[in-house]
T-cell receptor, first 116, second 109 residues
Framework: GAVVSQHPSRVICKSGTSVKIECRSLDFQATTMFWYRQFPKKSLMLMATSNEGSKATYEQGVEKDKFLINHASLTLSTLTVTSAHPEDSSFYIC????????????FGEGSRLTVL | GQNIDQPTEMTATEGAIVQINCTYQ??????LFWYQQHAGEAPTFLSY??LDGLEEKGRFSSFLSRSKGYSYLLLKELQMKDSASYLC??????????WGAGTKLIIKP
């Protein structure tokens, strides 16, 4: 099946710094990628839909200036958590569809962000 | 509003069969997905149902009844590695995925 790679898998940063997370589709072109956030023992919360070559569509309640999303190519989307605070600590996961009718999503490995 | 309900936690015995139910109320329906998620890892795709009936794939089967807004995931011959969370997700009329909170399945020897 299609492969999505996410990097870094774990990152620890100081409060006030910015962190960039990359999501790459390795063997297919993804015009759309999705960014999720997941709290412990909770379900996936869609943060934004990233469209190649255009602005991301953010879900209600998600600060677009806080969580910057760039989808510069058909195989790469990035999420930058700006001026991170401890409450931003979470598991961030990206996913993409390879365009088949099933709409199956392929997920990256996830990135565990800890803000000190 | 849109809602996906599934049990929070279930326990089963190795070698047995377990059924995880999912009920949904969404704005339209364009398919139902089941994903498996091990702790600390990303979800992996298990099944997709868009028509009523049973889809079988090895030890796992998924059933859908659109009129009842109901699906279940059936796991047979349970193995310890099946201990994970199982997420039910429905794609609505806008092709948005609505996620359930997941069912944590605990397998005991």
């Amino acid at each position: 099946g299609a492969v999505v790679s996410q990097h870094p898998s774990r990152v620890i940063c100081k409060s006030g710094t910015s962190v960039k997370i990359e999501c790459r589709s390795l063997d297919f072109q993804a015009t759309t990628m999705f960014w999720y956030r997941q709290f412990p023992k909770k379900s996936l919360m869609l943060m934004a839909t990233s469209n190649e070559g255009s602005k991301a569509t953010y879900e209600q309640g998600v600060e677009k200036d806080k969580f910057l999303i760039n989808h510069a190519s058909l195989t790469l989307s990035t999420l930058t958590v700006t001026s991170a605070h401890p409450e931003d600590s979470s598991f961030y996961i990206c996913s993409a569809s390879d365009g088949r009718d099933t709409g199956e999503l392929f997920f990256g490995e996830g990135s565990r962000l800890t803000v000190l | 509003g849109q809602n996906i309900d599934q049990p929070t936690e279930m326990t089963a015995t190795e070698g047995a069969i377990v059924q995880i139910n999912c009920t949904y109320q969404t704005s339209g329906f364009n398919g139902l997905f089941w994903y498996q998620q091990h702790a600390g890892e990303a979800p992996t795709f298990l099944s997709y149902n868009v028509l009523d009936g049973l889809e079988e794939k090895g030890r796992f089967s998924s059933f859908l009844s659109r009129s009842k807004g109901y699906s279940y995931l059936l796991l047979k011959e349970l193995q310890m590695k099946d201990s994970a969370s199982y997420l039910c997700a429905v794609r609505d009329s806008n092709y948005q995925l609505i996620w359930g909170a997941g069912t944590k399945l605990i397998i005991k020897p």
